[in-house]
């Protein structure tokens, strides 16, 4: 099973911390679907010093989400330590996750995210103190590399086991990738196998079985899974009970995939107030939309939905027609 630091998870299926993502609306309809963790999206050490509004709105969790576990970044240590003291004292995640994984330049242009995978030295350096100064377990999320000439993944592993960090959770692409081309589950085995403290992996987690593969084939201690969930928290259920039993669970109904994604709205419009919820579930509503036929047309009208109940009634009355076509296939 699962365990970082004193915190055990129920399994070892992982929500990766997706920007723009993986706030509490996302997370707490996700963890319903079993994830044994959930990880938030990165949270700006600079904003939680300043105590910026927005920043500390991202810092809220539900109760019910837990085990949480809280992504901060920065590039200098001083700012880092500051905002990790504050995440250990003021919040109720379980886990403080570093960032060095982050691909964007914005974010590397700070000497943040994934800019840390060219110096292993920095990587001990930082994670060292911030771990001299909070009781809450901290793991850092990283990527294999910076580019193909510069894959430390072992050395920076290792910094951070050395440094204190509880877990490694390894996305098996480099910061050039971005997210294309194939991840390297090669890489992801070979740090597990220089390390005595879990290590989760990430990257091309697309079904049930691709978990029991990483699993299998690299000793992982838990899979992560990232784009294969949006829209599609069934993944995460599929995946457990896959793990747990063989069992491979059929796909939801379009009525069971409008359903939650209404209930994952209706979260998001307490969160924020019902105009920024509704711009912002529309790239999710378009995830939702997926993989049911004939969706096209609705996800452009998706588009142009102002308030809930614009976009309600448009999905809602989409599922009653493609719940008929899928009666009449199957009458057929």
Excluded at 6 to 32: D, H, Q
Excluded at 123 to 138: F, G, L, Q
Excluded at 165 to 173: D, M, N, P
Aim: glycine share 8%; with cysteine; net charge negative.
């Amino acid at each position: 099973m699962l365990k970082i630091g004193n915190i055990e998870m129920k399994n070892p299926v992982v929500l990766a911390p997706m920007a723009g993502v993986c706030n509490s609306a996302f997370r707490l309809t996700v963890k319903e679907f079993g994830a044994g963790l959930v990880c938030a999206e990165m949270v700006s050490d600079k904003g939680i010093i300043l105590q910026n509004e927005r920043t500390m709105n991202m810092l809220y969790i539900d109760e019910r989400e837990k085990p949480l576990s809280l992504q901060i970044f920065g590039g200098e240590k001083e700012s880092l330590v500051k905002a990790a003291s504050f995440v250990d004292k003021n919040t109720n995640a379980d886990i403080i996750d570093i960032n060095m994984g982050c691909p964007v330049p914005k974010i590397t242009k700070c000497d943040a995210g994934a800019k840390w995978l060219l110096d292993p030295d920095k990587i001990y350096e930082m994670v060292a103190a911030v771990t001299d100064v909070v009781s809450k377990p901290v793991t850092v999320k990283m990527r294999m590399g910076w580019d193909e000439d510069h894959i430390y993944a072992v050395d920076n592993a290792r910094a951070v086991e050395r440094a204190g960090g509880q877990a490694v959770a390894l996305h098996g692409r480099t910061r050039v990738q971005m997210y294309e081309g194939q991840a390297n589950w090669d890489i992801i085995k070979e740090v597990k196998e220089s390390v005595n403290i879990p290590v989760i992996g990430n990257g091309d987690v697309q079904t049930p079985q691709d978990a029991k593969r990483m699993l299998d084939e690299t000793g992982v201690d838990g899979v992560m899974i990232g784009r294969a969930a949006l829209g599609n928290p069934w993944m995460i259920y599929r995946t457990v009970r896959y793990l747990e039993t063989g069992e491979s669970m059929g796909e939801p109904t379009a009525k069971e995939k409008i359903n939650v994604c209404l209930l994952h709205l209706d979260r998001l419009i307490a969160l924020k107030n019902e105009n920024i919820a509704v711009r912002e579930m529309r790239k999710h509503a378009a995830w939702y939309l997926k993989g049911i036929r004939g969706n096209a047309h609705v996800r452009k009208q998706v588009n142009a939905c102002e308030t809930r109940d614009e976009l309600a009634t448009l999905l809602t009355n989409f599922a009653e027609e493609a719940t008929e076509k899928e009666a009449s296939t199957q009458a057929g």
